[in-house]
C-alpha cells in the first residue's frame, strides 16, 4: 500500500526578486529538508486568477499539467500556478523522512489570501519572508521583466507606465511598487501564524553572510546544521541583446517551446546568444531618488515592524 503523501510544513513565501531561487537551490541541499520540484507552485495565492494573466505572462509560464506529472521523477521547474489539489499533493509524493516538506511561492507574500490559506491548511508551518530593499527589487524585477518581454522600455518608462495602469494585478502588471509595500504584506502572516513561526531575513544579509542566514534558517526550521556544497548565487539578473528581437521570441511562443524542446546545451548557446549579464546596468540617480519618495514611509514602517535597522536602504 503507497504511503499516504505528505503535508508541507514550510513555506517560503517571497518576495520577489528577493533571493527565494538561490534560497530554494540552497535549502534543498539540506538531507532533512525537501522542497517542491516545482519552485513555485502558488497553489494558494486563490486571488490571483491564472484567466486574467496578460498573454505574454501566460506564455512564459504556462504548463501541461497532465503531461508534467506523469514523467516522473518530476522536473525540476521554476513557476507555474497549480490549482488542483490533487495535482498540488503530487508535488511532494517523493517526500520521504524528510523533517522539513516545503515550497517556495513569491506570490504568497503579495496575496490578500495566501496566508489564512496556508494556515487552514497546515496551522503549525512554519513561514519564511525575504525582503530586499524595494528599490533595488523594483530595478532588479525590470531587468527580469526586459528578460521576459514584459516590456522594452527604459526603467522610468516602465516604471511610470505600471504606476499608472489601469489594469492592475499579479501577471496583469509589473507590480513594480507593490510588490515593495512590505509592511501590511509580512503583518499579514505575524497576525495569522504569530511571530515566533514567521522568520524575516534580508537579501542582503544572504548576500553578505549566507553561512549565517542559513544557520538561522536551520535553526528556525529545528533541523541539524549543515554547509551547502555549492552556494552559487542563483539566477542573477541577465537582459536581452537586442530588446524588440527578444519581444518577438516571446510574444510569438517561440521562446517558450525552444525552452520545452531544445536540448540543454542548444539552450544554453540560444541564452548566450539572446541575453547578456545585466552587471554594468546601473539605475539612474534620479530614477533612485524618486523610487526613495515613494517607499521612504514603506521603509521606516518596515524597520519598526520586524525590529531591524533598515536606514542603509534609503541612502
Known sequence: MKDAIRKPNFFVVGAAKAGTTSLYYYLNQHPEIYLSPLKEPNFFSTDINPELFSDTYRKNNQLDYK????????NKLQLSFVREEEYYNLLFEDAKE????????TS???SNEAAGNIFEYNPKAKIL??????????????L????????????????????NAIKKGWGISELFIELGQYSQQISRYYEVFGKEN????LFEELKNNLEGSLGKTFEFLNVKGYTVKNSEVQNSAKVPRFRTLNKFFVHSGIKN?????LPSGSKEKLKSALYKNAGKMEMKKEDRDF???IFETEIKETSVLINKDLSSWTK
Not at 198 to 201: G, I
Request: glycine fraction near 4%.
Open 98 to 105: 524528510e523533517k522539513i516538506i516545503g515550497e517556495c511561492s
Open 67 to 74: 503531461k508534467y506529472f506523469s514523467v516522473k521523477p518530476l
Open 144 to 163: 527580469m521583466a526586459l528578460r521576459y518581454g514584459y516590456t522594452s522600455l527604459n526603467f522610468n518608462e516602465a516604471i511610470n507606465k505600471d504606476i
Open 198 to 201: 514567521v522568520l524575516v531575513l
Open 291 to 293: 523610487l526613495l519618495r
Open 108 to 110: 504568497y507574500l503579495f
Open 129 to 142: 519572508i525575504t525582503i530586499r530593499n524595494p528599490i533595488e527589487r523594483a530595478y532588479s524585477h525590470y
Open 257 to 261: 517551446l525552444s525552452t520545452k524542446m
